[in-house]
Each structure stands twice: as C-alpha cells, then as structure tokens.
C-alpha cells in the first residue's frame, strides 16, 4: 500500500481537527442549553416541563356578549336555603366553600385587567378552583383604579364605577376579594400634604429610584388616611386588605430627625396595629405584600403576598418569612407556574381575559 503523501496526512489531520472542533462546541452548546432552560422547569407529578412549550385552550366564551358598551353583571341566584348560588349552577355561591380550609386559589387582577371589568368576570368564572380575587386598587403614583369618595381621590380608568361594581358583584358571588394598595408610598398625597411625607435637608421631597414620593408613617394623619381608606373598601365588600411598601425607606438622604432606627421601627409597628384593631372591628383581614427586613406581622386571618419567586425558591421564602406567618396557609405567592413546590401555599395567576 503506497503511504500518504504529506499534503494527505495534514488534510485528514486538519479534517479530523475541524470535526473534533464542531462536536466540542455542540456538547458546549447543549450543556448550555440545558443550564439555560433548568430555571424554567416546572417539576409537577407528571415529571418536568416547559410552561412556554404548552399551550392553553382558551376554551369557550360562557357570557353573552354585552350590548351598546353596557357591561353585563350576572344576577347571583338564591338557593332553596337561601344561599347564593354562582349563575349556571346548582353549587353555592362561595367558591370557598368547594376549597380545603386555609387554601387561596385564584386570580390577581392588575391596572390592565380593570380596565375591561367584564373580561375578568368572565376569566374568574372560567377558572374552576378561583376562591379569592386581588385587585390592585391605588398606585404609588396615588392613583385609584376604583371609584373612591376620599378627598383627592383621583382615578386612572375610564371607568372606575365599573370596577366597584365588579367588586360587589364578586363579594355577592362568595369570591374572597383582597385589594392591593400602596401604604405609603403615595406621589398624589404627598404632594397635597408635604408636612406629611419625607423630605430631604432642603425641605424638598424625598424621591425614591421609581420616581414617587413617600408618606411619613409616624403621622397620626397618614395613618388616619390609610383608615379611611380601609373603611371605605370594606364597605365595598372588601375582605382583605394588603398594604404594599409598608415600610420607612433606608436612604441616608432622608431627614428623619428624631426619627432613629427604633422609633421608625415603632412607628410601623403602631400603624400596623391601629389598621389590625380596625380590621377586627369591621371585619376585614390585614395583609402585607412583599414586607421588607422587620416588617409587622399581618392579622391572625392575614397573608403575607409574595411576587417573584420561582419554584427552587419557594422553601426558602417560606422560611424567611416564617416569622410573620402562622403556616402555608398564611403564606400567598403570585405566580403563573405550575411547578408543585407551590402547591402547600396560596396561589393567584395572572387574569387570563380573552
């Protein structure tokens, strides 16, 4: 066998190098690849998935269609005994009833949501196991995304009569409704009550990265403010009520004066009582969302919302928050995965409106 010239031994040495080269960087690009994908896979009974590979059906449109603009509110029927029934059924009317003691199931309805009132009605009717609906009803801006009678109360929505009004249609229903608000970080108040919201050594008000100014909770009229405005969505069938940025801003640029550490701590510590004593009166729970390091604990029949966590993080939030919770069942995670890591906790996805 005559040998390989020169030329032939380097073009199969270069050949074998070139091939080596394109098999190293595909295991290279699949290893990534899976590293990549692992923080978007769910583990359920079934084994692991992609929630971006599947599809929901978006089923069957179960409410007639309103007519002239006019939003269409079911009726709640009356049941042999009495009790409220959801419409196009013969189960009562408190979605809560069907569910485990302690379970929150639903849906978490934002500013987007609330503009198209009947839309969320229809998706929280399609969705089988919702108990519990939240509303995000006033920004950090000082917006209100509902009709509010509280002095200076200003609306974003076209509409915001409608969302009172899919409000009261939902408490009749038996839905549990919890509503969001920003506790102090309020632009709109702070503008109409300086002496009442933080500020820097110039007098001017402080403005945290997101751009909105902050309320002073150690004002005996900020916490009147945040009264009246708990009153005012109990009376609006409100169940729940979770404050979020309930908490002093740590920035050094703030003026506090008398206002250390231990004081601020206090003062929180004061208003998330005085609103938990006028909860126990008037039936309605406190809640917080997202509390920060040394927040007060929520009411007794309170939650501690939480945004943002992925399944590998659940067992961790649990216990980072365990001192502020009573056990899973005080615990609510707003999240669109499926993953069953948080299945012992409460649970609210994303409005799917059609």
Known sequence: MKPLSYRSRLAIKRTLLIALGVLCSAALLVVGVVIYLERYAVYTSEGVYFPFLHQQDPGDASQPEPEDGTLFFPAVEIGPEGV??????DQPGSPADTQPAGSVRGVSLSYADLQDPQGCLDAIHAQEDCNTVLLQLKSSAG??????????????LGNPAAVNELMQTLHREGYRLIARVTAFADSAYAL??????????????????????WLNAADED?????????????????????????????SGSIQYGELDAAARAAALSAAASTLINLGAQNRFAVSFCDPADGS??????????????????????????QSL????????????????????????RSCERK
């Open 84 to 89: 409220a029934q959801r419409p196009g059924t």
């Open 192 to 213: 109409d009550h300086i002496p009442e919201s933080l500020q820097l050594a110039n007098g001017a008000l402080w403005m945290d990265s997101d751009g909105y100014y």
């Open 296 to 321: 007060p604990a929520p009411s007794a029949d309170g939650h501690v919302i939480l945004s943002g966590y992925e399944g590998a993080a659940v067992a961790d939030a649990a216990a980072q928050y």
């Open 325 to 348: 919770t009573s056990g899973p069942a005080s615990l609510i995670f707003l999240t669109d995965s499926r993953d069953t890591r948080f299945e012992p906790y409460g649970i609210l």
């Open 143 to 156: 917006n209100f995304y509902y009709q509010s009678q509280l002095p200076g109360a200003a609306s974003s």
């Open 222 to 250: 900020v916490v009147q403010y945040l009264t009246d405005l708990s009153l005012e969505l109990a009376g609006l069938g409100v169940n729940e009520i979770a404050f979020a940025g309930f908490a002093f801003p740590d």
